[in-house]
C-alpha cells in the first residue's frame, strides 16, 4: 500500500488574508472621492512649492550661479508627477460616476479599482515629493570663465610691446601690485581691456578675473558691489550688509582662489582691505591686482611693486592708427588729402584718444577743404607758449603768484608751494620735464586745456598766438574780454592799436625783438598783473602802466628805461631782470624805493 501524505492548513490565516486583500482593494473604491480631493489640494500645494524654488533658482542664476543638480532632479520628478496628477483629475468626473451604494461600491468594479489604485499611488508621490523640496540651497557659485569678454579695437596699434611686458609681469612676475600711469588719453584703459581679454584667448592658472571701473568719485562700497556681482554673491541679503560685513565675505571668496582684479582709472589710494581683497601673502601671492591711473604718484600711494608708463605712440604708430580711422576709400578720395592727413595726425601729438576721435570725426570729410579747416582749428588750440617750449619753472611760479593763484602768506611760502603744484601736476603727467630747471606740456594737453579754459561760450577768456610768426597784432577788437594774452615769440614789430581790456590779468609781448610800444598802449588795462616784455629792444618804456601790476619782467635796456619813469615799479612784488650780471646802485635804489614787497 502506498504511503498517504496529508498536509493541514489553517483556513483562518487564508480567509483573513483574503479579507485584508479585499478591504484594500474596496478601499481603493470606497475612498475614491476623497482622495480625488486630497490630489487636488495636494497638487496646488507642490505647484506653489516648485514656483517657490523655481524663483530661488532664476535669482541664483541671474548671479553666474548654477543650479544643483538634485534640484534639477526634484523639479523634473515633479513635472512627471503633476502631469499624473492633471491626467487624473481630468478622468475623476467619468470615474465618480459609476459609484454606487453611498460610494462604497462600483457599477464597474475592477475600473473603479484600477483607477482608485492610480489616486492612490498618485498623492503618495505628491506627498513625497512635498517633503523632497524644502531646499536650503538650490545653486553654487560657479563663474561661467576666468574673464568677461570686454569689446575693443582689435588692433591695438602701439600697444603691443607694452602689453608684453604687463602680460609677462602678470603671469611670471613675483610682483604682485602693477600700476600702468600715464597722460589721459594715452591707451591706458584700452591696454588693460587687451589684458582682460587675454585671459581667454588659452589656459591659464588664475579663477577669475574681476574689472571695476574706479573713477574719481571713489566708494568702497561700489567697488565691493562690483566686486559681487562679478563672484556671484550679490542678493538681497548682501545689500542689507554692511561694508565690514560685504569686505569679509569677498574676503572669504577670493582667499580661496587665485585671481586678477583691474582696477581701471584710480585717482586716489584705493584700501584694499576695506574693500576685502586679500592683500599679498605667502597663501595668495600668485593673485594679481593691476591698475591704470593718471599718477605716478598713484602707483606710490597703491604701493605699486611695478610700474609701466604709457607713453605717447610713434610718428609711424599715429600715421597708422590714424589710417584705421579715417579709411583708405576717405585718404584716396582727392590728390591733396594725404597729405593734409598726414598734417592733422602731427597735430594729434601721438596720443591716441586724438588720434581715434579726430579720425572717426574726419571719416567722412572727402574735400581738401574740410580737411585744412581741421588743420586751422587744431593749429590755433596752442597754449600760451608755443608748441615744444620749454617753460622755466621758477618763471611759471612767478607768472601764478602774479595772479594770486597762490596763498602763502610771503613769496618764500608762496614759491615752495608752487614747486609743490608743479610736482604734482609732473605726476599726473600733465606736464613733463624739459631741459634744467624747464617743464613743457604737452602738444594735445594744452590744446585742450585750453579749449575747456575757453568755456567753449566764451572763448575770449584766452587769446592765444604764441610762436606762430605774426608781423600785426591781431585786431584789437578780439582783446576787449580776454583774461590772458599771448603774442610772444613773433615777429611782430609795432602794435599802433591802443586796446580796451579791462579784464586782462596776464600780457606776455616777450621775444618779439623789435617791437615799438605806445606810451599809452597800456592805459586801459586796469587789471594787468602780469606782463612779460623781455627780449624786447625797448627805446623808450610806456606810460600808464597798471597799478594792480605785481609781476614785471623785462631786459636790462628796458629796465634803464623804465627808471626814467616816475612810479613805474610802485606795488610791484617781483621784477625779473634779463641779460644782466648786476645791476648798478643807483637803479637798485630806485627800484627799491618803490617796490612794496
Known amino acids: 500500500m502506498g504511503n498517504i501524505c496529508s498536509i493541514t492548513v489553517s483556513c483562518d490565516a487564508i480567509f483573513s488574508r483574503c479579507l485584508d486583500c479585499t478591504a484594500t482593494r474596496a478601499a481603493y473604491v470606497s475612498e475614491l472621492q476623497a482622495n480625488i480631493d486630497a490630489l487636488r489640494t495636494e497638487r496646488q500645494r507642490l505647484i506653489e512649492a516648485r514656483n517657490d524654488v523655481l524663483r530661488k533658482v532664476a535669482a541664483a542664476e541671474q548671479q553666474r550661479m548654477r543650479r544643483l543638480n538634485k534640484v534639477q532632479g526634484w523639479l523634473s520628478r515633479v513635472e512627471a508627477v503633476e502631469a499624473d496628477a492633471d491626467k487624473l483629475i481630468r478622468d475623476s468626473p467619468q470615474e465618480i460616476e459609476k459609484l454606487c451604494l453611498g460610494g462604497y461600491c462600483s457599477k464597474n468594479f475592477k475600473s473603479s479599482y484600477n483607477f482608485g489604485k492610480q489616486v492612490a499611488k498618485t498623492l503618495s508621490d505628491v506627498a513625497t515629493s512635498l517633503g523632497e523640496g524644502a531646499f536650503e540651497v538650490v545653486a553654487d557659485r560657479v563663474l561661467a570663465s576666468v574673464a568677461v569678454e570686454k569689446p575693443t579695437d582689435p588692433t591695438g596699434v602701439g600697444l603691443e610691446s607694452t602689453l608684453q611686458k604687463v602680460w609677462r609681469c602678470i603671469v611670471e612676475d613675483p610682483a604682485v601690485i602693477i600700476g600702468i600711469y600715464g597722460m589721459g588719453g594715452v591707451g591706458k584703459t584700452t591696454l588693460l581691456t587687451h589684458i582682460n581679454n587675454k585671459f581667454l584667448e588659452g589656459p591659464n592658472t588664475f579663477d577669475c578675473v574681476i574689472w571695476v571701473v574706479v573713477s574719481k568719485d571713489l566708494r568702497v562700497e561700489n567697488i565691493q558691489e562690483v566686486i559681487a556681482k562679478q563672484m556671484g554673491f550679490f542678493d538681497d541679503s548682501w545689500r542689507a550688509k554692511s561694508v565690514e560685513e560685504k569686505a569679509l565675505e ?41 591698475f591704470t591711473t593718471r599718477s605716478e604718484e598713484v602707483c606710490g600711494f597703491m604701493e605699486a611693486h611695478r610700474k609701466f608708463k604709457m607713453l605717447c605712440l610713434s610718428d609711424n604708430d599715429s600715421w597708422d592708427l590714424f589710417q584705421q580711422k579715417v579709411g583708405k576709400e576717405i585718404l584716396n578720395s582727392h590728390p591733396d588729402i594725404l597729405e593734409l592727413a598726414q598734417t592733422v595726425a602731427r597735430e594729434c601729438g601721438g596720443l591716441p584718444l586724438a588720434l581715434i576721435t579726430i579720425g572717426r570725426a574726419m571719416a567722412c570729410k572727402k574735400t581738401p577743404e574740410e580737411w585744412r579747416y581741421a588743420i586751422q582749428l587744431l593749429s590755433s588750440s596752442a597754449s600760451q607758449f608755443p608748441e615744444d617750449y620749454c617753460i622755466s619753472k621758477e618763471n611759471l611760479i612767478d607768472c601764478w603768484i602774479g595772479e594770486g593763484f597762490l596763498n602763502e602768506s610771503d613769496r618764500f611760502g608762496e614759491q615752495n608751494q608752487g614747486y609743490f603744484i608743479l610736482g604734482i601736476l609732473l605726476h599726473a603727467c600733465l606736464l613733463e620735464e624739459g631741459g634744467d630747471g624747464e617743464v613743457k606740456m604737452h602738444d594735445v594737453i594744452r590744446d585742450m586745456s585750453l579749449w575747456i579754459a575757453c568755456d567753449l561760450k566764451e572763448k575770449e577768456n584766452f587769446l592765444v598766438y604764441a610762436g606762430v610768426g605774426l608781423t600785426k597784432a591781431p585786431d584789437v577788437r578780439e582783446w576787449e574780454n580776454v583774461r590772458r594774452l599771448s603774442l610772444m615769440q613773433n615777429e611782430i614789430a609795432n602794435l599802433t592799436e591802443i586796446p580796451t581790456c579791462p579784464h586782462l590779468l596776464t600780457l606776455f609781448l616777450d621775444n618779439n625783438e623789435s617791437l615799438k610800444i605806445p606810451n599809452d598802449f597800456f592805459q586801459y588795462m586796469h587789471s594787468l598783473k602780469v606782463l612779460n616784455l623781455s627780449r624786447i629792444k625797448l627805446k623808450s618804456f610806456p606810460l600808464g602802466i597798471s597799478k594792480k601790476l605785481e609781476e614785471l619782467k623785462m631786459d636790462y635796456k628796458g629796465l634803464v628805461q623804465a627808471t626814467r619813469q616816475p612810479c613805474v615799479f610802485h606795488g610791484l612784488r617781483t621784477v625779473h631782470i634779463e641779460n644782466v650780471e648786476m645791476i648798478p646802485a643807483e637803479i637798485g635804489k630806485s627800484i627799491k624805493d618803490e617796490i612794496e614787497i
Open 250 to 290: 569677498i574676503f572669504n571668496s577670493l582667499s580661496e582662489k587665485k585671481f586678477v582684479l583691474l582696477l581701471d582709472d584710480v585717482w586716489e589710494r584705493v584700501d584694499l582691505t576695506k574693500v576685502g581683497v586679500p592683500l599679498p601673502r605667502p597663501k595668495n601671492m600668485a593673485s594679481k591686482v593691476v
